[in-house]
C-alpha cells in the first residue's frame, strides 16, 4: 500500500498516542477520505478530550513542531484545546473541546469515546470520529456541501 504523507504522520502521531493510552480519534477531510467520500487532504483533524492537553502537547514536542497561535479568519470554530502543530511536514490541529458557534449558540462537542470505531495501518490502530458527529459539525458550521457529502454516503 502507498502510504501518503499525511498517512505517514498519522501513523507516527497514533504510535504515540496509543502508547500512552491517550483516546483520540481522527476527524475532518482525513476521516472523510478513509471513507472514501472525499479523495484530497490537507491537514489532519485530531480530537481528543481537554484533560490530555498537557501529555499531548509533551508528545507532539517529541515528535513534530508546535507552532505559535494565531487568530483564526475563521471565528465560527473554538475549542477549549487547539494545538497547532506540523509532524513529517503535515499540518496537524489538535482539537479539544470542540464547540462551534452557530446561529448566536455555542454548540459544544466534546469527543464522544463511546462513538469511536477503528481500522489498522499495517501495525498502527488509528481511531476514527463518527461520520454522524462529523455531519452534525459540518452542519453547524455552515459547511454543507462535506455535511451533504456525508449525509448521501451514510445513505448508500
Request: proline share 2%.
Amino acid at each position: 500500500m502507498d502510504i501518503s504523507k499525511q498517512e505517514q504522520a498519522l501513523i507516527v502521531l497514533a504510535e504515540e498516542l496509543n502508547k500512552q493510552s491517550i483516546p483520540w480519534a481522527l476527524g475532518g477531510s482525513m476521516l472523510l477520505w478513509y471513507k472514501g467520500i472525499v479523495n484530497q487532504v490537507q491537514d489532519l483533524d485530531i480530537m481528543i478530550l481537554e484533560q490530555d492537553e498537557k501529555i499531548v502537547s509533551s508528545i507532539i514536542q517529541t515528535i513534530g513542531t508546535i507552532q505559535p497561535q494565531h487568530k483564526r479568519d475563521n471565528q465560527e470554530c473554538h475549542s477549549t484545546v487547539f494545538i497547532e502543530a506540523v509532524i513529517n511536514g503535515i499540518d496537524v490541529d489538535i482539537i479539544g473541546g470542540f464547540t462551534i458557534d452557530s446561529n448566536n449558540e455555542a454548540h459544544y462537542c466534546p469527543l464522544q469515546v463511546d462513538k469511536i470505531e477503528h481500522i489498522h495501518i499495517d501495525d498502527t490502530v488509528i481511531y476514527l470520529d463518527s461520520l454522524e458527529l462529523w455531519k452534525t459539525y459540518y452542519t453547524l458550521m455552515g459547511r454543507t456541501t462535506r455535511a451533504n457529502q456525508i449525509a448521501q454516503f451514510l445513505t448508500e
